[in-house]
Each structure stands twice: as C-alpha cells, then as structure tokens.
C-alpha cells in the first residue's frame, strides 16, 4: 500500500509483510526497492538496485519532520499485520 513519497522515493507498506517491522523505499526510475526499519528507518537491506546515502538521509528526514506521513505510516503497518 502506498503511503507517502518524497521526491521519486515511494514509501509503502505491503500486508501481512515478514518481521522485522518495515517499509519499502521504492523508485522506479533507479530500480530501487529496499526495507527500512520501521523504528530507526533505518536501512535493512535492498532487494533491487542500490541506495544513497543521500537517500537514506532523505527517507530518515521526511519521516521525521512529517508526523501525519509517520502516524499514517504506522497506523497502516499495525493494520495490515
């Protein structure tokens, strides 16, 4: 499910998704698709293509300074499990 997206960043929620607690980082453009700690936002590890620091930097900051994106974020997670 989508949540939010910063820039050409995708942040979704999939159902009933493996521990640990996490998020994909999705970009069509780079072929990105990655886990991120739902807690520390954190990288997890990568499925396709290959993150920026940058962009972890960006994920880390938009998460912190958009608590309705993170409430949401949550919310979906913890409905979704």
């Known amino acids: 499910r989508y ?5 050409d960043l995708r942040i979704e ?3 009933k998704d493996h521990y640990p607690a996490h998020f994909h980082v999705i970009s ?3 072929s990105i698709n990655a886990r991120f700690s739902m807690e520390t936002f954190d990288l997890i590890s990568t499925k396709e293509g290959k993150v920026k620091e940058s962009d972890i930097r960006k994920i880390k900051n938009f998460l912190e300074t958009s ?3 993170l409430n949401k974020l949550k919310g ?3 409905r979704l499990q």
Do not use: M
């Open 67 to 69: 608590p309705d994106v």
């Open 13 to 15: 929620i999939y159902p």
């Open 3 to 7: 949540i939010a997206a910063t820039g």
């Open 76 to 78: 979906e997670y913890l």
């Open 28 to 30: 069509k453009q780079r």
